[in-house]
């Protein structure tokens, strides 16, 4: 097992840990918000997408109240890696089903389940490393720097989102 002081020092400090947190949540919760940006998550039809609106935010209220014991029994690392692949999952599960064939439609709705389960990890991971971390003059700075991070995601997709949309021949893409 390697000890924190075989990482390099910069590794250990507090404000970089943050800011892989915020490159974690930028990549999975960040890009999570482009997808919705584009409605429907991407896909089209509503009535699959508002069934995994509900399934994700279900799943996340249960699990939110489980975050704090999933910490005390995994740590932040374990929290953090599972948290952004279920995100990644949520996307590919999106993408088959919007882009390849609406027969991936339980697929998402399920992957929308589990990302209820990995976000409660993550975001109950992530706000507990800001305010442990962090010194008591710091936290604001954490904490700002951490949301700058994660909102750069939404602004980038959203960004694409205009891009695909500023092609005057077609209509509407997103």
């Known amino acids: 097992m390697e000890s924190s002081t075989d990482k390099p020092p ?10 892989i947190a915020g490159v974690v949540a930028f990549c999975g919760p960040g890009l ?8 429907n ?16 935010y279900a799943s996340f209220a249960v699990f939110g109240c489980l975050s704090g014991w999933f910490f005390n029994q995994f740590g932040p690392k374990i929290l953090m890696s599972f948290g ?5 999952f949520y ?3 999106v993408y088959l089903w919007g882009q390849v064939d609406d027969k991936f439609a339980p697929m998402a709705i399920v992957a929308s389940a589990i990302l209820g389960l990995g976000a409660a990890c993550l975001w ?5 490393m800001t305010l442990s971390y ?6 604001g700075s954490f904490f700002g720097i951490f949301w700058f991070i ?25």
């Open 124 to 128: 109950g991971a992530q706000g507990t």
């Open 91 to 93: 996307a590919i599960s």
């Open 150 to 174: 994660f909102n750069m995601g939404g602004v980038i997709g959203g960004l694409i989102a205009l891009g695909l949309n500023l092609n005057p021949d077609d209509e509407g893409q997103a």
């Open 134 to 139: 962090a010194l008591e003059n710091q936290k």
């Open 32 to 39: 999570f918000n482009a997808l919705q940006g584009l409605g």
């Open 84 to 88: 952004a692949l279920t995100y990644s």
């Open 10 to 19: 910069f590794l250990r400090r507090g404000s970089t840990q943050n800011i």
């Open 41 to 56: 998550a991407g896909g089209s039809d509503p009535t699959v997408s508002a069934a995994m609106n509900a399934t994700l």
